[in-house]
């Protein structure tokens, strides 16, 4: 369960935090509770922190967020034509996992934010892949197995464009 004091700890975790953010969410205005989101999603995460890490150690050189592409993808393969996006499971809204909880409080707040959120990242991914991007996302929770996840991103880097991506296989099969 996401409390209040989960926003405490990460806002305080944070260099340039201002004091109000470190109060609890639920005391903020919902325009600050915005600012303060938007400040702890603009900077990087340790989870992309390990996934870039881990794409390094593999010797792949990609970019970070590529302004001109759909979602500023977190990391870019311009010359595969790939792109890895590395989603918070809250944020992002990971299905059946257990990081998703939704806040108990100000559900009316929270709710279209986070549905907003899961549409934009499914309408990124389909601009990418009409444009022929392959797209991975890896999760939050899934980083507990940094040796799984290291699988995956070799099979989908090393997997020829256009092919089935490994994130949504089903989309491919002939109905
Ligand atoms: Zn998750």
Redesign the pocket.
């Known amino acids: 369960m996401l409390t209040a004091g989960y926003y405490t700890d990460l806002a305080a975790s944070m260099d340039h935090v201002s004091a109000r953010l470190q109060v609890s969410m639920d005391n903020l205005s919902p325009e600050d509770r915005s600012k303060a989101m938007r400040r702890v999603r603009s900077r990087d995460t340790t989870p992309e922190l390990s996934v870039r890490r881990l794409v390094h150690a593999m010797g792949y050189r990609y970019r970070l967020h590529v302004a001109t592409l759909p979602g500023r993808p977190d990391l870019a393969f311009p010359r595969l034509r790939k792109v890895l996006f590395v989603?918070?499971?809250f944020w992002h809204g990971?299905?059946?996992?257990?990081?998703?909880t939704t806040p108990s409080s100000r559900r009316e707040y929270w709710l279209p934010k986070l549905d907003r959120n899961k549409q934009r990242d499914r309408r990124n991914r389909r601009l990418l892949r009409k444009a022929g991007w392959g797209v991975l996302v890896v999760?939050?929770?899934?980083l507990k197995n940094p040796e799984a996840v290291a699988r995956r991103i070799r099979r989908f880097l090393e997997s020829p464009v256009g092919s089935s991506s490994p994130l949504l296989p089903a989309q491919n099969l002939p109905a």
């Open positions: 989603h918070g499971c990971h299905r059946r996992c257990g990081k998703q999760w939050e929770c899934q």
